[in-house]
């Protein structure tokens, strides 16, 4: 680890050589190396400054903000520090797809976590609060947002809730549950997992857990939307992590199957079951623990794009620059991106996730000796082109 560490210094003196310009536009693009007693934020500019400066975006698209010398590089303390950061499940899905029927099933439940809830509510009137609130005592805390999709505005008030909740509550709870609007695009959400300080230091995303109605979703899915309008049923499947094809018992299985089929289509990555009435295993929806990379070995996606290459990156700073690049020109058409990197003179895998322009990512565990180092991302979003993506990806690798 400490030469990757060593390896982020140049990238800081760089953009620390280009003066204040590059320090201002410092803003969208956040990478979070996260190692012992430190941590570097990163951040590339933003899409409308980069494409008027395109002098600037030839030479550097980092600007790191966190200092390091040579002495970081030591190697004296480079056990990367537990992850005690309080979990949290976004549980999405379109109106009426079950989402509090599940979150009922996960309150009710013999897990013994204790569990904050934030309800997400569109309109005046709480109803989902009340339903929840009716039928739990499971609940730790049952918190509202009541002022429509959960973006912009409401984003601030989950921030500003989830600090009260940290401030105020710390210790009293294991597991935080938020539950969206039918109506909302969870990618504001998930960005401020990942965004925002206040709540990045305290609280890691857990997971999204998208429910599908098994009987409507095609209704939703198919649904024509006027140009520059996201279809939310769709983007709700491609952010899952797990997704949950609710309400079978409406169906039958074929219905099921092409239904399944039509969500492979948009998400090949995450876990699906079906259910009635939200019952799954409660380790199914809590405890997904984020980077479960494993599982997208034999993914190949059609349309969508997906690497699988086994080789070593150059120490980081040239992914660096190639993400940085890539989120600038494409990160409204990138709604996910995972990954797993083996860099060179880091003794523990890289893992890193991005949210449109969002990007974070901490080294973790250490290979293990005979562990084959491989290199693995996957993109979910529409109009990838997989030639320029694997390009772009080689040229960051050793060239042995
Ligand atoms: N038949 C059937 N009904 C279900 C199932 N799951 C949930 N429901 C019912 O569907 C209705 C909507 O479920 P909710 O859990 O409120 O759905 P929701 O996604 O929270 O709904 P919104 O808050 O409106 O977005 C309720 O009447 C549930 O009892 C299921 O698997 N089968």
Same mark, same amino acid.
């Given at each position: 680890?400490?030469?990757?560490?060593?390896?982020?210094?140049?990238?800081?003196?760089?953009?620390?050589?280009?003066?204040?310009?590059?320090?201002?536009?410092?803003?969208?693009?956040?990478?979070?190396?996260?190692?012992?007693?430190?941590?570097?934020?990163?951040?590339?500019?933003?899409?409308?400054?980069?494409?008027?400066?395109?002098?600037?975006?030839?030479?550097?698209? !980092?600007?790191?903000?966190?200092?390091?010398?040579? $002495?970081?590089?030591?190697?004296?303390?480079?056990? +990367?520090?537990? #992850?005690?950061?309080?979990?949290?499940?976004?549980?999405?899905?379109?109106?009426?797809?079950?989402?509090?029927?599940? /979150?009922?099933?996960?309150?009710?439940?013999?897990?013994?976590?204790?569990?904050?809830? +934030?309800?997400? $509510?569109?309109?005046?009137?709480?109803?989902?609060?009340?339903?929840?609130?009716?039928?739990?005592?499971?609940?730790?805390?049952?918190?509202?947002?009541?002022?429509?999709? /959960?973006?912009?505005?409401?984003?601030?008030?989950?921030?500003?809730?989830?600090?009260?909740?940290?401030?105020?509550?710390?210790?009293?709870? #294991? &597991?935080?549950?938020? $539950?969206?609007?039918?109506?909302?695009?969870?990618?504001?959400?998930?960005?401020?997992?990942?965004?925002? #300080?206040?709540?990045?230091?305290?609280?890691?995303?857990?997971?999204?857990?998208?429910?599908?109605?098994?009987?409507?979703?095609? =209704? &939703?899915?198919?649904?024509?939307?006027?140009?520059?309008? %996201?279809?939310?049923?769709?983007?709700? +499947?491609?952010?899952?992590?797990?997704?949950?094809?609710?309400?079978?018992?409406?169906?039958?299985?074929?219905?099921?199957?092409? =239904?399944?089929?039509?969500?492979?289509?948009?998400?090949?990555?995450?876990?699906?079951?079906?259910?009635?009435?939200?019952?799954? #295993?409660?380790?199914?929806?809590?405890?997904?623990?984020?980077?479960?990379?494993?599982?997208?070995?034999?993914?190949?996606?059609?349309?969508?794009?997906?690497?699988? /290459?086994?080789?070593?990156?150059?120490?980081?700073?040239?992914?660096?620059?190639?993400?940085?690049? /890539?989120?600038?020109? &494409?990160?409204?058409?990138?709604?996910?991106?995972?990954?797993?990197?083996?860099?060179?003179?880091?003794?523990?895998?890289?893992?890193?996730?991005? %949210? &449109?322009?969002?990007?974070?990512?901490?080294?973790?565990?250490?290979? $293990?000796?005979?562990?084959?180092?491989?290199?693995?991302?996957?993109?979910?979003?529409?109009?990838?082109?997989?030639?320029?993506?694997?390009?772009? !990806?080689?040229?960051?690798?050793?060239?042995?």
């Amino acid at each position: 680890m400490a030469a990757a560490l060593c390896s982020a210094s140049p990238a800081i003196s760089t953009a620390a050589s280009l003066g204040s310009p590059a320090r201002r536009v410092a803003s969208l693009l956040r990478l979070r190396l996260r190692a012992a007693a430190r941590s570097y934020s990163a951040a590339a500019a933003p899409r409308a400054t980069a494409t008027a400066a395109p002098s600037w975006r030839s030479r550097r698209r !980092f600007a790191a903000s966190a200092a390091s010398t040579e $002495e970081d590089c030591s190697g004296a303390d480079t056990m +990367i520090p537990p #992850d005690n950061r309080i979990p949290a499940t976004i549980i999405t899905g379109f109106l009426g797809s079950g989402k509090t029927t599940l /979150l009922n099933h996960i309150l009710t439940a013999h897990h013994g976590k204790r569990i904050a809830v +934030i309800e997400n $509510e569109f309109g005046e009137v709480d109803i989902d609060g009340s339903l929840v609130a009716a039928q739990t005592a499971g609940a730790e805390d049952i918190m509202m947002l009541n002022n429509g999709c /959960l973006c912009c505005t409401v984003r601030g008030d989950l921030v500003r809730m989830i600090g009260e909740l940290v401030n105020k509550k710390k210790g009293k709870f #294991d &597991h935080i549950v938020i $539950e969206t609007t039918g109506l909302a695009n969870p990618a504001p959400i998930i960005q401020t997992f990942y965004a925002e #300080d206040v709540v990045f230091n305290d609280v890691k995303l857990d997971g999204v857990v998208t429910l599908v109605d098994a009987k409507h979703a095609r =209704l &939703h899915l198919d649904e024509e939307k006027p140009k520059g309008i %996201v279809n939310e049923a769709v983007q709700q +499947i491609a952010y899952a992590d797990r997704i949950i094809v609710n309400k079978i018992d409406l169906v039958n299985e074929p219905e099921v199957s092409s =239904l399944v089929d039509r969500i492979r289509g948009i998400n090949r990555m995450a876990n699906l079951k079906q259910a009635e009435y939200g019952k799954v #295993d409660l380790d199914y929806v809590l405890g997904i623990g984020g980077f479960d990379l494993e599982r997208f070995i034999s993914v190949i996606f059609l349309g969508y794009g997906f690497l699988l /290459l086994t080789s070593i990156l150059h120490a980081l700073m040239q992914a660096d620059m190639w993400l940085g690049n /890539l989120l600038l020109e &494409h990160s409204d058409d990138i709604y996910r991106m995972k990954g797993l990197l083996s860099v060179s003179g880091m003794p523990q895998r890289f893992v890193f996730q991005g %949210v &449109h322009d969002i990007f974070q990512g901490s080294p973790e565990r250490m290979w $293990e000796t005979n562990e084959p180092r491989i290199n693995k991302i996957v993109f979910i979003g529409r109009n990838l082109n997989r030639e320029e993506l694997e390009k772009g !990806f080689k040229d960051c690798l050793l060239k042995t």
